[in-house]
């Protein structure tokens, strides 16, 4: 039976189905209204008049049009003769006047564009200088971001005769000569990094001159005179004529070209661009002493020269070998060869000296050394052994180097798998349970596979994009479900998000259709609405369906343009990966922390957008500019794939840290697994990032350094202590320390009787009588009243300001010695905070920590130190020692030097270490508001031997740290101790 319909839900029925429809209809009327001229590819004309009138460009497509279009810039007429006053330029796009500019030689003002009839284009009509000799002239545009050129030929007036057109040639000058320290300040470059020269080197310079003859009116001297080949002369160059390599030993500066220059005469028709390459090398006294010129052919993006002559001339060196064609003309120091298509190289030896070159200009190393007159099978052998001694090399055939390379293989397996064992205990069994963490994790591993893995150009884009897309929509559900209950904020968030998505699609037909200024006014309304419809508490219960209402509309009119055959934007794709953000981190950020509050919410977007702003600036070489006039597209692949691979996984890393802030917020914290293997991870994270090649077995001692630190903990050290019962068992144990004190010296004195006795048996009462569920001797082992995040901090705190002067030290070594790449900075940056990351897990577990007071807690933290941080500065010794190399490698350190890195972590973790305790000692008797004196007695040498000792240590650390700063790359931070002995009898 069918259910009966009040009149009053069919009426609102119907309307919600008109005011659909009425949508539908106005949306098709959007669309229908936007120019497809300005927003679709045109095509190309076939017509022989509309190919004399326009001209395609080769520059890269703006924000509104296809991949790879570029803007089409016509001239009309496109051939006039001379004496044309003149010509009419059209750029076929939509832009403001004040974003279209033309620039040629053959204008005499600037051009003012306006608008076309059709709104489609924006023209000019360009003054031509009357004066102007036939010719070919390039016009040059940019409407936007886009850019084009057109091409103006200026034909001979009546009466003029044609002259032939000169061809274009090139000319190729290479010297080779000796060279002095200080010659090389004619090079572009300038100084060398590094002008520490070995006498026994031989220093070369490499000069390389280019003098390409072509018609004045040639399209590369217009290009050259529009400063084309001012920032990037080299590769100007070997677009046109080739690629030119010098090799050597080692290069001081390598192959540069100065700005070009052009020459032109009056009343010739040909020009002449010269460019000027230098190099500077080195080669050593005990290799193989040779100095290689190599040829490579341009490709064909660009016409050949009708003619390209190679001449090399050598002043102190030989011609030893060449490759390629036959050379028109050699001599000991010269060499005239054709630069045609093939590729050539040229082999130098000093005069009066023998060199192997035949494997260099030869294509097969067997035969080269046949040639030479060796054996082939001999030289196979002796590369494949490697040098000898080096037991540590790849393809070792020791048995020393066997046992290294598989030491190192398993523990690089056995330390993959450690890490993904404690990463799946640190997510927890709960996470595991959802079946919505199964698609994200999913997700986040098929993201790598396809990012260490596939084609870059294929697969990490798509990816990247369906990381962005897929992952916030997930951890925006997955917030929804945690607050289920408890908070209605991810539902409006949720409701928000897709109004401002709807907003942000709908922009982009209304701005094309109507205009940037009305379709900002409709946009504004919507929104307007919306935002009453949240404000407003009786209509907030409306707000998911108004928002919803806003996406449909959205996605309906950006759908429509689309099937219209209009592409979208860039500027759109990337408003919408900011909007993905946002909900990534608002979802990740409150399910972690629990905390459903909007004002702590915006805090964290707004805290991790700058953070991964400065990410972007700092590692994509992007022209930021461009973001806000018209985002390339590979700009927004780019930050798609920075996003999703960098600042996905970092934010994915806090959010932990976020999580075990919130289990620390309880004694329970102590004993959560989650916690626990949280901070292993981090631990042995952050030594994986600076181990290098042994990195595997480094992690294998870390995780061992762990229960080193944290056995299983006893069961009264875990119950929770508040700040008054911590005041009374610091108390007791302080009255109990006493009598044990007063009992000590009373035996030591001869005494008998019964006065005696009475008085030892009182102290030894009073030295053994406990009151409470605990025993006051493990008063200085509790949580003293504190959270373990909140003594976790106050640890991390303390760790870093004990490790400060050596940080300071070694981080101003490292920029006076300008160790400054990206790479290095975050590995020193890792190093330097491994330390006080330890100290934090000291304090956040501090209960557990092996020890029965905070002296003894602290060499179990000094051990656990060694494990960690001692064995990177221990292989660097290990290396530096059995190392047999011929020459120094640059920035690698002395077996001294390593040997002074050891000492200096050692003394680093010694005094983290001891500060560390005692510190610990002096707070928690400030908790419990006792002096420290009472525990530790500043008067006699014996207590004052752990502070004394910290403070040598710090003085001596930091100054080995000063005077060798480059140890060890990168160089770490680390910990030391004292007990407190516990009074007993004398018999």
Known sequence: MARDRSPARVRRGSLAVLA???????????????????????????????????????????????????????????????????????????????EVAAQSGAFAASPVFAGSPSGAAMSADVALDPALPPGRHHVFARCGTRFGTAELEITRGPGRTERTEPERSATTRIALAPARPGDWRDHPDGEPADTTLDPSWTLCRVQITHEVRMPADDPDVAAVRAGAAARDPGGFVAERLGAFEVVSSEFLLDLAYSTPVVRTESGSREAVITFTGVHYGVVFADTNRFVGVEYQPPGETVPRPAAHEIVVTATGWTVAGV??????????????????????????????????????????????????????????????????????????????????????????????????????????????????????????????????????????????????????????YSTFRAARGRSDLPVMVAALSGAVAGLVLAAWPLVASF??????????????????????????????????????????????????????????????????????????????????????????????????????????????????????????????????????????????????????????????????????????????????????????????????????????????????????????????????????????????????????????QAGDRREGPLDSDLALTTLSGRTPWQNGLASLGVGALLSLPYSVVRIAESVRGQQSSATELAAAALALLSLPVLSMVFGYFYPRVRGTHPIAKSLAFFLTALLVELPTYVYTLVMATIAQTGLPEPGQPTADEALIGVLVAVGNIAVVSIGLGLWWEWRLMWLAGEPWGRIRDVRTLRALAAPLAAVAIAIATTAATALVNNVIAPLPSGPAVETTPTPSRTP
Request: with cysteine.
């Open 20 to 98: 659909m429809l009425l949508v539908f209809g106005a949306g098709l009327w959007t669309v229908s209204r936007i120019d497809p001229t300005a927003a679709r590819p045109q095509a190309e004309p076939t017509s022989e008049s509309t190919s004399e009138s326009t001209s395609e460009s080769t520059s890269e497509p703006a924000g509104e049009a296809g991949e790879g279009e570029p803007l089409r810039v016509g001239v009309e007429p496109r051939r006039v003769p001379a004496g044309t006053r003149a010509v009419r330029v059209t750029a076929f796009c939509t832009a403001p006047a004040n």
């Open 323 to 476: 490759s390629g064609p036959p050379p028109l003309a050699q001599d000991a120091h010269l060499l005239r060869l054709n630069g045609g298509g093939s590729p050539m190289k040229v082999a130098f030896t000093e005069d009066g000296r023998n060199a192997s070159v035949a494997g260099y200009v030869g294509q097969d190393k067997g035969i080269a050394t046949h040639l030479e007159g060796g054996d082939p099978g001999e030289q196979e052998a002796e590369e494949q052994d490697g040098p000898p001694g080096d037991w540590y090399a790849e393809e070792s055939v020791t048995f020393l180097g066997r046992v290294w390379t598989a030491s190192l293989t398993v523990g690089l397996a056995a330390a993959g798998l450690i890490l993904l064992y404690t990463l799946a205990r640190a997510l927890g069994g709960a996470w595991w349970r959802r079946p919505r963490n199964g698609v994200l994790a999913a997700l986040v591993v098929g993201g790598t596979a396809v990012f260490w893995f596939a084609s870059w150009a294929v697969s990490v884009e798509a990816t990247a994009l369906a990381i962005v897309a897929g992952v916030p929509a997930l951890a925006l």
């Open 515 to 764: 205009g940037a200024w009305p379709a900002a006014g409709v946009l504004a309304v919507a929104a307007a609405l919306a935002g009453v419809t949240a404000a407003v508490p009786g209509q907030r219960r409306r707000l998911p369906a108004a928002c919803l209402a806003l996406l449909g509309a959205g996605v309906m009119l950006a759908g429509m343009a689309v099937l219209s055959g209009l592409t979208p934007p860039h500027l759109l794709w990337l408003a919408l990966l900011v909007l993905g953000w946002f909900v990534l981190v608002f979802g990740w950020v409150t399910e972690a922390s629990h905390r459903w509050s909007a004002a702590s919410a915006i805090r964290w977007v707004v805290t991790a957008s700058v953070v991964l702003g400065v990410q972007l600036y700092a590692t994509s070489m992007m022209d930021y500019s461009s973001i806000w006039t018209g985002l390339p597209w590979d700009s927004l692949t780019i930050i798609a794939v920075t996003v999703a691979f960098s600042g996905v996984p970092l934010l994915a890393l806090v959010m932990l840290v976020v999580r075990v802030r919130r289990l620390g917020q309880g004694p329970a914290g102590l004993t959560e697994p989650v916690a626990f293997h949280t901070a292993v991870f981090f631990l042995l994270l952050m030594r994986v990032s600076t181990g290098g090649a042994a990195s595997g077995l480094l992690v294998l001692l870390v995780w061992a350094g762990v229960f080193v630190l944290l056995p299983p903990a006893r069961a009264e050290l875990l119950r929770p202590v508040q700040p008054d019962e911590h005041r009374l068992l610091v108390r007791d144990l302080v009255k109990r320390r006493s009598a044990r004190a007063a009992l000590t010296g009373l035996l030591r004195e001869p005494g008998e009787g019964e006065d005696f006795e009475q008085r030892r048996q009182a102290l030894e």
